[in-house]
């Protein structure tokens, strides 16, 4: 059975950080792209960044809207995608998805961000 379990989110002031984690089982996660998106209410879901799978070997790509501002990071030893955020914004609040693709895709079950003073 495969799982995607995120994990790290909060309430979060403006200009603070959070660290996500997506922890996953049953798959070969090396060889899985991860990626991290997000949806806000009535909003679309939206792709945030992308680390690739080897054999192409942890290539990242990110949205124009959180270039410079997140991280996204793989730990194949502990089947674990990480995404960190900083100058987190009141814009950035949304329940966050992580997804793991390669001939299939699965999704977790997300995990609530929210920015607020």
């Known amino acids: 059975q495969v799982q995607l379990v995120e994990s790290g989110g909060g309430l979060v002031q403006p200009g603070g950080s959070l660290r996500l984690s997506c922890a996953v089982s049953?798959?070969?996660?090396?060889?899985?792209?991860m990626s991290w998106y997000r949806q806000a209410p009535g909003k679309e879901r939206e792709f945030l960044a992308g680390?690739?799978?080897?054999?192409?070997?942890?290539?990242?790509n990110y949205a124009d809207s959180v270039t410079g501002r997140f991280t996204i990071s793989r730990d194949n030893a502990k089947n674990t995608v990480y995404l960190q955020m900083n100058s987190l914004k009141p814009e950035d609040t949304a329940v966050y998805y992580c997804?793991?693709?390669?001939?299939?895709?699965?999704w977790g079950q997300g995990t609530q961000v929210t920015v607020s003073s």
């Open positions: 680390i690739t799978g080897a054999p192409a070997g942890g290539r990242l």
């Open positions: 997804k793991a693709s390669r001939w299939n895709t699965f």
């Open positions: 049953g798959i070969t996660f090396s060889s899985y792209g």
